[in-house]
């Protein structure tokens, strides 16, 4: 990995970590609820999306301001509600997550349907709480988010992920699920910090295009873990998009196409950044990490 970027997230990301635990357990909750929220807040993870958030700031020259922190961590909490949901024995039936037993596995499936649920709406509560940016800006934040998150976005993504287990999709069809499975929410992040970064309206056009990229090439370069790590090296259950005989890219592509596919979002992704004229761009360096990790 990349020094700057090293250093970028080992700064930021107890920052993101102190806030959201913050967040949580300032809620006048059942204790079991609070305790199952935080449990999957604290399992781990990357934190990419939030990351993304405050590294489009960096690259517009600003600081991690007290509300960019604040709309980092709402679209953290919603990417984990969706990973609590998706584990559940009716959506992808996991039994681990991060290395760790899934949330249902150790609170049972309706806390952990409940847990998701409140996370969600913490994430909203977040957006419509700034106090320092303006009421114009906040209004645009939560519908972004709703959009991003919901049928038209993450949500809608899976159930078209879901559907698609019991065919073969095309190449489009598989894309237009992890548009919005994975890359809406992706999308978000970027355009987020965008926003709240002032980007002006060709420079959010040039972001939404690097984030539709980075989002397909994460989902590829997941796909390809898949085949290629074991368990351990992963966190969760290797080899499980196979079977369950998903759509994908290795799958239609095979390992190779599947690789070079992922080297063509990449430097597209790059590309929607020579706006950016700073030696060290974070947005190039998560462009980098993205398809270079190993988990």
Known sequence: MNNYLQQFISEKTPLIDAEMNQLI??????????DSMLYSVNAGGKRIRPLLVLAVLADFGKTTSEDALKVACAAELIHTYSLIHDDLPCMDD????????????????????????????????????LQ??????????????ANASGADGMVGGQIL??????????????????????????SFCI???????????????QLREYATN???????????????????QLGKTANSDT??????????????????????????AIECLSFIKK?????????????????
């Open 94 to 129: 996991d039994d681990f997550r991060r290395g760790k037993p899934t949330n249902h596995k150790v609170y049972g499936e309706a806390t952990a349907v409940l847990a998701g649920d409140a996370l969600q709406t913490v994430a909203f509560g977040i957006l419509a709480s």
């Open 214 to 232: 980075i989002g397909l090439a994460f989902q590829i370069q997941d796909d390809i873990l898949d085949v290629t790590s074991t368990t351990e």
């Open 132 to 145: 320092h940016t303006s009421p114009e800006k906040v209004v645009k934040l939560i519908a972004l988010l």
């Open 25 to 34: 357990q300032s809620k006048n909750s059942p204790i079991n609820l609070k």
């Open 279 to 295: 030696e060290n761009s974070m947005l190039k360096h998560f462009a980098d990490y993205i398809v270079q990790r190993n988990a």
């Open 191 to 205: 355009e987020a910090g965008a926003i709240l970064a002032g980007a002006d309206e060709e420079e959010l056009n």
């Open 161 to 186: 992920d879901m559907e698609g287990e019991s065919s073969t999709l095309t190449l489009d069809e598989l894309e237009e699920v992890h548009r919005n499975k994975t890359g809406a929410l992706l």
């Open 243 to 268: 079977a369950s005989d998903k759509s994908t890219y290795p799958s239609l592509l095979g390992l190779e196409g599947a690789k070079q596919q992922l080297e063509k979002y990449h430097q597209d």
